[in-house]
């Protein structure tokens, strides 16, 4: 497995998340002047976005982040999003999250499945990239925090081999396996067949250092061609244009990891006899993980410094919803299979004494000190940095 | 992490590679026999560690491949555990990515092992007490990720989806294949025939045919048979028999071995 998949994750996963909120804000906002108290605006859209993205591309975070370090758990990566999406003034619902999830994760797993070359899932990172930058267009601070990223990738990738890029690929590949969720805008367009799995296009053009399949030359010993051969296949692809750019700026060429969502599509996932696979997916969920008491243990002593902000317009004042309705929010909440449940432990810091006793418990128990260096738990420091922005 | 069945004369042992190290048990999985552990460091280094490819070679050994580039060469007894590290081979500057022993009949000077690595180099090897380096061969910038010996014909599948053909004795290139249209994953040999199996990520599966020509001494490869495995990207490909008549493939997300 490769100690340097980490950053590619996060960020492809983070950028997906970008295009899917993006196009919900868009679709339920209204113009300000219309607009009630608990009703969102462009103002309110662009602020979300703002406050995400910065979240994301923090400074501290990122040097966090491109650690050599073994992935997190498919539980700690989740937290690591929920917390990230509750960045702003917007509040997610279970059901939302969890749907927002599902598209992020299928969105992802499908790019890396398609791409041409190991890697080519670095045009994919900087696809995101290059769509986030637009989202902040206006706010040089925070395009500046993008730009230092992207620089730091290009630093820590541009010079790996394929062998290296393959492993990444296949850790990737391994963190998706058996992940098989329906998503509506794939099955329209014909890239997901009805079972979950993806179509797998025998056309098109090669990936660039690859040859179109079909020839056969054989050489004597002195290294003369002497003879060609063609064959044939069921496949038809041809030869690539061109390269796709690996600097700061530049024509990507590759199409994933661009935005697929449009302001009118709803996208929608579906739950329902998904497939066998969902079995060894279970069994994931509901497997004793002898880390989840590690990471709720961390979790608990994060809570001492965060500070939850309370929408002005009260509870439900400015909730986003992935669903078309309430009742479709609700319904699907009450109807995930249980197998696919992600089981994120929702920890709230109330007021309550007796709960701030128990906290502080915990917290007591805990060496609350600078992230230890040699400490492996997974995501501890990350999360930690990410509270205290 | 990888699986293979080592057969020696003596014994057949279930080798299994990992980013641990190496793992070697009895034929029926009854007992482990050795295992050899790779120096891990303590926090997650830039470079992955790993064992990687697996080939019995010279009628007593069992080779594997490392991360680092060295290949580590244990020395099999014919029964028991006392399995030793015979030699450490350290000529690959890059990951190994496959290792395979001659499965036919070597001709005069060529050698009995090739190893592969991350840069598209190629090694040959004759193996005894001490094995000798006798041949490189330069990568040209794409992966070699398997290969096979057979009668002295070296082939090699790389990343960017082509099989090339090399002399084992000379490390000339005799014949080049544009075979797939991606990463190709898996090569295989049937001895008695000279069939060549290779399965890439494109989803097609190749069974070509090897074969020397007696006047001229050329390598020669045709075409036999491709199969597509609908929406897979095919991970291993391995004929079940030595003629070569029927193969099995696995793919990824895939939770079946196919049968041809």
Known sequence: MSARTLPLLFLNLGGEMLYILDQRLRAQSIPGEKARKDEWTDVDRKRVMNDIISTMFNKKFMEELFKPQDLYSKKALRTVYDRLAHASIMRLNQASMDKLYDLMTMAFKYQVLLCPRPRDILLVTFNHLDAIKDFISDSPAILNQVDETFRRLIETYNCLSDGEFQLIRQTLLIFFQDM???????????VQNSNGRFVLPISGPVPWGTEVPGLI????????????????????????????????YGDRVLKLGTNMYSVTRPVETHMSGSSKNLASQAKENIAPNPLAKEELNFLARLLGGLDIQKPPGGETGFRLNLFTTDEEEEHAAQTRPEELSYKVINIEATQEPGRRAELSRILGELDVAEPRPGSAEKGEDLLALMDGL | SQAAWCELPARVLLVLTSQRGVQMYEADGSTMVFWHALDVPELPAAHSVFARGIAAAGGRFVCVGTSFGAVLVFDIPPKGTNVTLSEVLEQHRDPVTDIAAEQGQAPDGAGDLVTADDSGTLCLWSTGEEFTLLGKIPGSGSTCSSVALWNGIVAAGYGNGQIRLWEAGSGRIRAQVSAHARWIYALDLAPLTGKLLSGAEDSFVHVWKLSRNPDTDDIEVQHCHAECVTDTQVCGARFCDPAGDTFAVTGYDLSEILCY
């Open chain 1, 180 to 190: 098989h969720i329906r998503v509506s805008i794939f099955l329209k367009d014909k």
């Open chain 1, 217 to 248: 030359r054989i050489f004597n010993h002195k290294g003369v061609e002497v003879k060609r051969a063609e064959f044939t296949t069921a496949g038809n692809y041809v030869t690539p244009q061109r390269e796709g750019s690996f600097e700061l």
